[in-house]
């Protein structure tokens, strides 16, 4: 299974690296500014004079960071005008960029805004499929149906810039998640094991998705489900049978004979009924199985405190069997952000024993948030960049 915040990448950059000039032309600016230590300064003085709201600093794209492109533009667009006032600042500004794609007008920034409003959904979803403090798997299905309907709108939109980058993106969408075959069955079986969605949300999505064979679908994930139910019974009961053959050898207290005496002089009345009751509460438990009665209960409300793991480790006991398969299947990772990016910072691989040291440092219960760390790897790079400056000055 492929790393699913490398495909919804892979699908932004096939839409976005020929999206528009525009998007080149910012590209051009900033990397213009970030190119010298002097040329940064002069724009962040700039905009303190323009009081722009906003700290975040000046990224630049690269094709193997995730979001990047989004990332500079939405940090980009919200200093329109201090780019314009740059202009007049430094004469070798206008100059550089015209050799290249030129400067960035009114239009471009309005088509740079566009292409963000764009990009803003696809970054909240790396997000959401690059989380590490949190089971995920079961959002994997949910994620490749947001992503269908994202581009599925942006190529009825109107506009035919952006229905230019949903066609690309569509194309790039079909090879990896377009074709019900590369689809893995575990996908599946993570939703039904999500008791917000069970089997009627997956029902909607494989509709959505394949329309088709939709019912073909649903009935090969319903009976793979219960073939694989049937071999976690065999496994979990036969390790019980184990414990209780053990647990057998011990001898326990034989009942003494005035509890014998007592059971003897209870009244014998309501036999056939009690039988009766017992019958039918042992026949309507052997109809059905352990996993049709967690599939037969109501879904769970959807809200933002839900804890899924927290409600299987509560419910373990009613559902044994269904609860040892769906930590089985949630614990399958979909991502290799969280073990990629804790080796690699900004492109320097990094000492482990550094990296230890820093994960602990940090250690928190709080979801980390990816930007303020690019934000504060950019503030290093800029402070090395004027140090080698003062250096290089110095050794002349």
């Given at each position: 299974m492929r790393c699913a915040a490398h495909i919804i990448n892979l699908i932004v950059q096939e839409g976005v690296k020929d999206a528009s000039i525009s998007v080149d032309r910012v590209r051009g600016?900033?990397?213009?500014?970030r190119a010298s230590p002097s040329r940064l300064f002069k724009f962040n003085h700039r905009a303190e004079e323009e009081m722009v709201g906003t700290k975040a600093h000046l990224c630049l794209d690269v094709p193997t960071r995730w979001n990047s492109t989004y990332m500079m533009l939405n940090v980009a667009?919200?200093?329109?005008?201090?780019?314009?006032?740059?202009?007049?600042?430094?004469?070798?500004?206008?100059?550089?960029?015209?050799?290249?794609?030129?400067?960035?007008?009114?239009?471009?920034?309005e088509n740079v805004r566009r292409v963000t409003k764009v990009l803003e959904p696809f970054h909240e979803l790396t997000l959401k499929v690059s989380g590490s403090l949190h089971v995920i798997f079961n959002t994997f299905f949910e994620v490749v149906t947001d992503v269908h309907c994202l581009i599925d709108g942006c190529k009825h939109c109107g506009d035919l810039d952006i229905m230019s980058m949903a066609s690309k993106m569509n194309d790039k969408y079909k090879k990896y998640w377009g074709d019900s075959k590369v689809m893995n069955l575990l996908i599946y079986l993570a939703v039904i094991f999500d008791t917000r969605c069970k089997i009627d949300f997956l029902a909607f999505g494989v509709n959505l998705l394949f329309p088709t064979i939709?019912?073909?679908i649903i009935r090969m994930v319903n009976r793979e489900l219960h073939y694989l139910f049937d071999e976690y019974s065999v496994i979990i009961e036969g390790n019980?049978?184990?414990?209780?053959?053990?647990?057998?050898?011990?001898?326990t207290r034989a009942p003494s004979s005035s509890e014998n005496e007592i059971d003897q002089l209870k009244p014998k009345i309501g036999l056939v009924m009690q039988q009766y009751m017992k019958k039918k509460q042992r026949v309507g438990l052997e109809s059905k199985s352990e996993l049709d009665r967690y599939l037969g209960e109501y879904c769970?409300?959807?809200?933002?405190?839900?804890?899924?793991?927290?409600?299987?480790?509560v419910n373990s006991p009613r559902f044994p069997i269904v609860a040892q398969m769906a930590r089985d299947v949630l614990s399958v990772?979909?991502?290799?952000?969280?073990?990629?990016?804790?080796?690699?910072?900004?492109?320097?691989?990094?000492?482990?024993?550094?990296?230890?040291?820093?994960?602990?440092l940090r250690r928190s219960k709080d979801p980390i948030n990816l930007e303020e760390y690019v934000e504060e790897l950019q503030n290093i790079d800029d402070e090395l960049s004027v140090l080698s400056t003062v250096f290089e000055e110095d050794e002349a």
């Open positions: 600016a900033v990397r213009y500014i667009e919200k200093y329109e005008c201090v780019f314009e006032a740059y202009v007049h600042d430094d004469h070798n500004f206008f100059l550089n960029l015209s050799a290249g794609y030129g400067v960035p007008i009114c239009d471009d920034w939709a019912d073909d019980h049978h184990m414990n209780v053959e053990f647990e057998s050898n011990f001898p769970e409300n959807n809200s933002d405190s839900f804890d899924l793991l927290l409600w299987w480790k990772p979909i991502s290799t952000v969280a073990s990629e990016s804790a080796f690699s910072t900004s492109g320097r691989v990094l000492d482990e024993a550094l990296v230890c040291t820093q994960d602990w």
